[in-house]
């Protein structure tokens, strides 16, 4: 299957710090990707969904301006925890799925976030 | 009612049978479905996805999709101690919309 691949795997920063983590299709384009975030023990939860040269379109009750997101080429987007605080403290996934075609989402490997 | 809906489990079963994890979806203009797996502290991996009414095998796979009755499963033969990991059924509907159940946890008993 194609591969996606998210940088970092883990991050550990202080309250206060932003922290920008990488979601980058390695064998296809993607017009599309998505972020989640997930708690441990808990479901997947779609923060946003992410547009090559456009704004990204974030789930209700997401702060876009805590959580940024840039999606700057078909291959590369960025998701950045602004100011982090200890309760942002999660799992972050990104995800893609290849233009043209039949639909299937390839997930990263997640970041995980610990904010201190 | 929840858009997809999927058995929390745990679903547990012996070393070597089959197991059946099940997923029923509420939109009926859905068009695809999706099984996913993830073990615990790891991001999801696309095992199968189907739209078309039917069995879809793949290995020791098999998706099956009834559109009629608005559900999907999946069963796992011959299963191994290292399928138990949680399942989900993921939708798709238009072009950039998903939507993921809360999965199935399962555990294969050695």
């Known amino acids: 299957g194609a591969v996606v691949s998210q940088h970092p795997s883990w991050v550990i920063c202080k309250s206060g710090t932003s922290v920008k983590i990488e979601c980058r299709s390695l064998d296809f384009q993607a017009t599309t990707m998505f972020w989640y975030r997930q708690f441990p023990k808990q479901s997947l939860m779609l923060m946003a969904t992410?547009?090559?040269?456009?704004?990204?379109?974030?789930e209700q009750g997401v702060e876009k301006d805590k959580f940024l997101i840039n999606h700057a080429s078909l291959t590369l987007s960025t998701l950045t925890v602004t100011s982090a605080h200890p309760e942002d403290s999660s799992f972050y996934i990104c995800?893609?799925?290849?233009?043209?075609?039949?639909?299937?989402?390839?997930f990263g490997e997640g970041s995980r976030l610990t904010v201190l | 009612q929840k858009e997809v809906e999927q058995n929390s489990g745990p679903l547990s079963v012996p070393e070597g049978a089959i197991a059946s994890l099940n997923c029923t979806y509420s939109?009926?203009?859905?068009?695809?479905f999706f099984w996913y797996r993830q073990y615990s502290g790891k991001s999801p991996e696309l095992i199968m996805f189907i739209y078309s009414n039917g069995d879809k095998e793949d290995g020791r796979f098999t998706a099956q999709l009834n559109k009629a009755s608005q559900y999907v499963s999946l069963l796992i033969r011959d299963s191994q101690p290292s399928d138990s990991a949680t399942y989900l059924c993921?939708?798709?509907?238009?072009?950039?919309?998903?939507?993921f159940g809360t999965g199935t946890r399962l555990k294969v008993l050695a």
């Open positions: 939109d009926r203009g859905s068009q695809s």
């Open positions: 992410s547009n090559e040269g456009s704004k990204a379109t974030y």
């Open positions: 993921a939708v798709k509907r238009g072009t950039y919309k998903y939507i």
């Open positions: 995800s893609a799925s290849p233009t043209g075609g039949v639909g299937e989402l390839f």
